[in-house]
């Protein structure tokens, strides 16, 4: 079993909707998580990070951490064609000091 | 804004050639990496430098060899390419006691 299990997608919606995007991991020392956007053929950005539980919301973006289900999400509001990109988790802690683990991606598609 | 630059965008080698991949990043951090990522499997760690001259293996370091004598720089050789490393090489930067990574662009290497 991978530490962090993400949906590869694709994921097609249309320009507008509400987009949910969700990782779950099974190590419960994890107490940072982050998602990272990568348009094809450059390297992730980083669009959230959150520490512990809880939400975090910017702009069209919000970010929900719940610790107790060991599962993370990404919302992404009136969804443009331009989110169109492959959306990593990643998260970090305990034994893993510096070093993140990745989920693999989940490929999104808005159509216009 | 933390900038992470990779010496080349798209690399094309033959099988045996010895082969440099540089990284700069301006933000004076302490932690660098190297990831790969392909299909299907996400980004994998292949080293990570947490100092000058100091390095750790990552997942997946066979093949693979790294040289950190500048706190700005570090650079992943693959002594002898095999096309088994064709691949989209991603390099990292992180603070000290940070957690988030920030990414450069990447560079497609492609082994024949």
């Known amino acids: 079993q991978k530490e962090v299990e993400q949906d590869p997608g694709p994921l097609s919606v249309p320009e507008g909707a509400i987009v949910s995007l969700n990782c779950t991991y099974s190590?419960?020392?994890?107490?940072?998580f982050m998602w990272y956007r990568q348009y094809s053929r450059k390297g992730p950005e980083l669009l959230m990070y959150?520490?512990?539980?809880g939400n975090k919301e910017d702009g069209r973006f919000t970010a929900q951490v719940d610790k107790s289900s060991k599962y993370i999400s990404l919302f992404i509001r009136d969804s443009q064609p331009s989110d169109s990109a492959t959306y990593l988790c990643a998260m970090g802690g305990g034994e893993y000091g510096n070093k993140l683990v990745f989920g693999a991606g989940t490929i999104l598609r808005v159509k216009s | 804004d933390v900038k992470v630059t990779q010496s080349s965008r798209y690399l094309v080698k033959r099988t045996g050639e010895k082969v440099f991949l540089e990284c700069v990043q301006d933000?004076?951090?302490?932690?660098m990496f190297w990831y790969r990522q392909d299909p299907g499997l996400g980004l994998r760690l292949i080293y990570f430098s947490y100092d000058v001259k100091m390095k750790e293996k990552g997942d997946i370091p066979e093949g693979y060899s790294v040289s950190r004598e500048k706190k700005e720089r570090f650079s992943l050789i693959l002594e002898s390419a095999s096309t088994n490393q064709t691949s989209m090489y991603l390099c990292?930067?992180?603070?000290?006691?940070?957690?988030?990574?920030?990414f450069g662009p990447g560079t497609r290497l492609t082994v024949l």
């Open positions: 933000m004076d951090h302490e932690n």
């Open positions: 990292a930067s992180s603070p000290e006691r940070g957690r988030t990574q920030y």
């Open positions: 190590n419960s020392a994890f107490q940072y």
């Open positions: 959150t520490y512990s539980s």
